[in-house]
């Protein structure tokens, strides 16, 4: 479905309509047979619109608009943690100093670069608690399982061949398990309590000789600190297995607690969402690794180092997991990310935990009237809450979802954790004002009373979106990624 007045940029085409003009070639002219293999060189002109220069423009500001980013609007979305990028990251890794460097230059010409580089390392030493920390991880999930390679290589060196259990709990977040997986170990879960955290009892059970790691995310994916956390880290340790933590949810704690005080031997961070480095979009992020001591030698190489002469890669590292990034990192994200942490400074951080989680128990308990709420205890920087109380009378936690983007706002997580009937998993983040809570506040009180009063409307949600509900299973098994031509009707 779409507007009336907007027709599709194929429909506008008109023959001889020129959107572009390029320079006169200045260069001799090649037949792509001689640097194409065969059947790789197109025979024929690709099928594009002929439309102006202006045609165009408005096709893609048009397109532009329809996309909801942070930028646009509020993005609640549970355990990603969608907060604003400060415009003065972009400023910073646009310097050129920067951004017109290239890897493969030489150390001693890109010495002001790894500086910054080891600066953020530091920095986030620091403020996790660990002993040393990579910068190469391109993701989260990247940063997963380069952590849990370090665990194998550190069980291995010390002969303990039979470790090849990691234990996650059920509500950990979809890539700890897949991460364990792809890392060679086997996943055993362990259950939460009645109070939303770790089943201590059922820890001690799944706990063994062949016990790897335990994956953990702490405040948990409910928004729940885990107050056994110390116990847990004995329970582990004392098994001969390591501690591994989930740096999704740092964001509650940042500059209030950090994971190697609580025990955690290594730890990933995720730049886009604790320091603000772009998020979504298919990347690029930044997943950096930090680790205890014991882990220091298995570090994938090479490691930044700082020497008398100045700052080098030191690739003389025998028990390394080796490289798991081509050169190092990706750098524009960690620039922002260290533009970030030097412009908010320690009282900074400080304030993104207070007000993130002053945020969400704000809006937990405006909205706790309204839907069910599963742990009625404080949070930290995210809650969940039910819509069991909205499916008996016949609305969906995603028809709730759908009637959001009604009122202009990104719907939450919903289904997720798994653990939570009809789940919806709200994070605010600390950068969202009251007024802006308030009016997401009242949406949802406000789809609360219609699914009482007028449930229809929210089962056919959306109403204003250029696309309305689709056919969820036709979506997902045979979804229309591109134009198709339309053959004209014979009458």
């Known amino acids: ?22 320079p006169e070639l200045d260069v001799p002219e090649t037949n792509t047979d001689e640097l194409l293999p065969e059947g790789f060189a197109r025979k024929e002109a690709p099928e594009l619109p002929e439309v ?16 909801h980013g942070v930028d646009s609007g509020f993005y609640p979305l549970g355990s990603c943690t969608m907060k604003y990028n400060p415009k003065v990251n ?13 890897p493969l230059q030489d150390e001693s010409t890109v010495q002001g670069a790894m500086e910054m580089m080891y600066d953020l390392q530091e920095h986030l030493i620091e403020i996790t608690g660990m002993d040393e920390v990579t910068l190469q991880p391109a993701a989260g999930a990247h940063g997963e399982w380069t952590g849990l390679m370090m665990i194998r290589a550190f069980h291995e060196a010390n002969g303990d ?14 890539t700890n398990p897949a991460s364990a997986t792809v890392a060679g170990f086997e996943t055993v879960t362990v259950k939460s309590n009645e109070n939303g955290l770790v089943d201590l009892d059922d820890l001690k059970r799944v706990v063994d000789e062949n016990t790897a790691a335990l994956m953990l995310t702490n405040p948990n994916t409910l928004g729940l600190f885990e107050e056994d956390i110390l116990e847990m880290a004995s329970i582990i340790h004392n098994a001969g297995g390591k501690l591994y933590y989930d740096g999704a949810n740092l964001n509650a704690v940042l500059a209030k607690a950090r ?15 604790t320091f603000t480095g772009p998020h979504g979009g298919g990347g690029p992020g930044s997943g950096p690794v930090g680790v205890k001591k014991d882990l220091i030698p298995y570090l994938p190489k090479p490691l930044l180092v700082k020497t008398e002469e100045g700052f080098t890669f030191d690739y003389n590292r025998p028990d390394s997991i080796g490289r798991v990034k081509p050169y190092y990192g990706n750098f524009g994200i960690n620039v922002r990310a260290y533009t970030y ?6 009282d900074g951080l400080k304030a993104v935990s207070e007000n993130a989680v002053i945020n969400a128990n704000y809006m937990m308990r405006r909205l706790a009237e309204y839907f069910d709420l599963p742990y009625d205890r404080h949070c930290k920087h995210e809650f969940v809450i039910s819509g069991k109380r909205q499916k008996k009378l016949g609305v969906r936690t995603l028809d709730i979802a759908k009637r959001l983007l009604d009122f202009g706002f990104h719907p939450p ?9 009809e789940c919806m998993m709200i994070e605010p983040t600390e950068t969202e004002s009251k007024e802006t809570l308030d009016s997401f506040i009242e949406a949802m009180i406000q789809i609360a009373k219609e699914a009482e009063e007028n ?3 929210v089962q056919e949600a959306p109403h204003t979106t250029v696309i309305s509900r689709l056919d969820e299973t036709q979506a997902a098994r045979k979804p229309v990624l591109r134009y198709m031509k339309k053959e004209p009707v014979e009458v």
């Open 413 to 421: 997580t919903i289904y997720f954790p798994i653990n939570v009937e």
């Open 455 to 457: 449930p229809e409307i």
């Open 52 to 67: 102006s220069e202006l045609d165009i423009m408005r096709h893609y500001t048009a397109l532009s608009k329809r996309n």
């Open 1 to 22: 479905m779409r507007s009336e007045n907007q027709p599709l940029i194929f429909e506008m085409s008109r023959e001889g309509r020129i959107g572009y003009s390029l």
């Open 161 to 174: 061949f039979n470790r090849t259990k990691v234990i996650v709990p059920d509500s950990a977040h979809g």
């Open 341 to 346: 942490i030097r412009t908010m400074g320690p």
């Open 90 to 102: 972009e400023a910073v890794a646009r310097f050129a100093g920067f951004a017109h460097i290239h």
């Open 259 to 273: 994971p190697g005080d609580m025990g955690f031997d290594v730890v990933h961070l995720n730049l886009h969402k």
